[in-house]
């Protein structure tokens, strides 16, 4: 027996078949899913390939086909090209901008023949190898500045091209990979600094339009400039103790906003934002000096966020009224409640609730759903396909498929923590973090939690690039782990 025999004989007993059962039973729940989502009386069966359902049964089986190749390439080739296959899916991300055609105002898809593929679900297998093999180098370090910016700009990179391509919803995809920075080593602060950058675009936006009772003073960016007030006095506590300076900055904070309101409401008009901003940034600089007389990096730490803040509070606006696509503004105003839109953005999410509902604990059984079958929910098949699964499985049947998605996430946090080296390990999470991203994005859209953005729920939803992306991305980790044996 040679060597590269032992070696196939080695992959396929040491390939971890408890991930792959639970891949094979997605993919199949997924396919019945798309047929009863698209299935309409009088179409031929499941099988033929003029119908949705038999286009889906063919990318399943490509799909298959993609799967057994990882598995039969050396597991080598993902670490000793990683930076190729990155730059190559950077430069196609790139391409696609100027020469994708226009699909309801979106540039995201490549047409191959009678094909369409969008790059940017096979980036994120680039986007994750690359911080693998970035993170696994001897010299890394998440403390230095240098290493941590070149993360950040692997991670930003793709989001900034698909941003280009009028993709905002897949781009926000890739915010999952700070979770496997996170795990990697990256400080706690960083994570929760995101966190409420969410708490500030959320606020701001809702209620930037409703104002103090001056008639000039936005009860949006006024709630948060005090927000940034509390965080930043509770990092002064927690981090230098500093009781007295905490109480002197609200004591005088409340006798300047105070004055300040009396003077705007019988004298002369100011806006209490402008007033309470120049505090923060006051304060930031005075948190500067303080880092510059002690040598204390927490202060400069509590400095610079207080400066991000601000500006990212007053940029909030900009971006949502210049960047973000007309019919992502109506989506987040109405997941959060700014607007009453039935027929309009709102329509998507109540259809899915109703369809779910009816669904009731057993459901109506497959092909038996009344509102997939007379088509009251839009994307039924694509964006929102856990609805069929509500409305013909019902309580039991979605319940089933949430429990298959966390087993298959449990196993891979297993895999990835008995990876052997670093690299396999940065790649197992990334592709947990991804498949996180998804599925709660997703069924929490169409249960109206989370905004409605547009990606797919992994296996299930309609489509081959979305399908061959995750399973790429999964079978590249199988091989990686398939190999841990000869690597410890």
Known sequence: MNIREKKRISVWSSIDWITIIIYLLLLALGWLSVCGASYEYGDPDFLDFTTRSGKQFIWMMCALGVAFVLLMLDEGIYDVFAYLFYGGMMILLFVTIFVAKDIKGSRSWLQIGQLSIQPAEFAKFATALALAKYISRYSFSMEKWKDFIVLIAIILLPVLLIILQSETGTALVYLAFFLVLYREGMPGAILFSGFCAVVYFVIGIKFDKVFLSDGITSVGEFSVLVIILLVVSGMLWVYEKKWNLIKTLWGTSLLILGSTYVISKYIYTIDLVFVLASINLVLALFLFILFVKEKKTSFLFISLFTIVSVVFLFSVDYVFNNILEDHHQKRIETALGMVDDPRGAEYNVNQSKIAIGSGGFSGKGFLNGTQTKLKYVPEQDTDFIFCTVGEEQGFVGS???????????????????????????????????????????????????????????????????????????LFVFLRIDASRVRRM
Do not use: C, D, K
């Open 399 to 473: 319940v089933a498929v949430l429990v298959l998605f966390l087993i298959l996430m449990l196993r891979l946090i297993v895999l990835a923590e008995r990876q052997p080296n670093t690299f396999g390990r940065v790649y197992g999470y990334s592709v947990v973090s991804l498949l996180f991203f998804h599925v709660f994005v997703n069924i929490g859209m169409v249960l109206g939690l989370t905004p409605v953005i547009g990606i797919p729920l992994p296996f299930f939803s309609y489509g081959g690039s979305s399908l061959w992306g995750f399973t790429i991305l």
